[in-house]
């Protein structure tokens, strides 16, 4: 991926208009637009691409950060050839936006001939729902599809916003897109209950062109975030990353005193280091300084900033305490512990996570195990089995090409999405 230089961001010329054309600082925004148009290259073509109703008028693309959400949008120009002036990409980080509110860009944007407007990071204007709420409603022919983080609240905790947009979630690379990318395959997605019943099937399909574990552990490694495909060191963009996702996404967008930083982060470390039994909320509040209540919250906004993965209870939910508390996916793990990350942990990490999009995961009555849809009965096994196996319970097995009847390889639950 080609990304386009924060100068081209920067740079807005003079606010006068002239007669019968576009003003200059319009005329900038599109030069940006047709740069990333020209210069942005889409390493693997996201699902999410076909599930969007694109005739919507307000289309919320949310996702954690590092995902890549601005290709997102950029892709979908593309693809729709967008090249014409009544399509433009802006990003809220250009400063002219501190000065102009996006309710008046737009008008200046319909008045035009504009009819789609791709709106980044809409959250880093301090009221952006009323100012997209603003805009449904005085341009009835504009269409705005915008991004923001996981933290944002779209529907039922947006009474702005409730009714008239439509949400979406762009995840990482899931397994599959990892592997189409590397191996040149073009597996497709399958449903849970397909894996189930036929996971011998699906493996005689995979195996003959590719062996997945060639490429397992470096997914599980580096693969989760499109930006393993730039020039730079994964392990330190990673950390850049989850820095960013606490101290812009979570301080930013939950309006937290910049002070309590190092007590969301040390919170983040202590349920990193202790995912096998449910976190003792009390014991954190004291290590950390805060109010259990405060705690809770924390732990839900760690969880909507894509940086854990809460696992209850079957028919819990917050703010009820957790069952378990893991790290939204692995490549997580390998970046806070580099050295040597627990491979039972990573590979639950890796299960949970890429159930996480379409079912329930919640805890299961017996040790170890986990219930999904409140249906199937899971024990995630990274590469010894126990002694004795349960007929009523699935085994989804980390270091294995292929699977027999309730034992299914564990790379395989990576070609749900």
Known sequence: MIFTPTALFVGIFSLS????????KMEAFYKTHEYLLAHTEAAVR????????WDDRLIGIKGTRGV???????????????????????????????GHSLTDFADDFVRSGGRTLLVDQVFKIPDWSEQLRACYERFPKLQIIFTGSSVMRLKEENPVLNGIVTPYNLRGFSFREFLNLHAGTKFPTYELEDILLHHEHIARQVLPTVNPMQWFQDYLHHGFYPFFLEKRNFAENLLKTMNMMMEVDILLIQQIELGYLSKLKKLLYLLAS?????????????EI??????????????????????????GDDFPKKPARVLLHNPNLAYSIYPVKADEDDVAEMFFVNSLWKDHVVSKGEMAGTLVIDNRHTFRVVASTLPSKLSPGMYYAVGKREKGRDNLIPLWMFGLLY
């Not at 208009?17 to 200059?24: D, F, G, M, T, Y």
């Open 17 to 24: 208009s002239r007669p019968n054309s576009l003003s200059r």
């Open 46 to 53: 996201r699902q999410l691409m076909d599930e969007v109703n």
């Open 68 to 98: 890549g959400k601005t290709t997102f949008l950029i892709q979908y120009a593309q693809e729709q050839r967008r090249h014409d002036r009544s399509c433009l990409y802006i990003n809220m980080n250009n400063f002219y936006f501190q």
């Open 274 to 286: 202790d995912s096998h039994r449910s976190p003792n909320v009390s014991c954190l509040a004291d």
């Open 289 to 314: 300084g805060l109010s259990r209540a405060t705690v809770m919250n924390y732990i839900k906004y760690l969880a909507d900033a894509r940086l854990i993965n809460l696992v209850y209870k079957p």
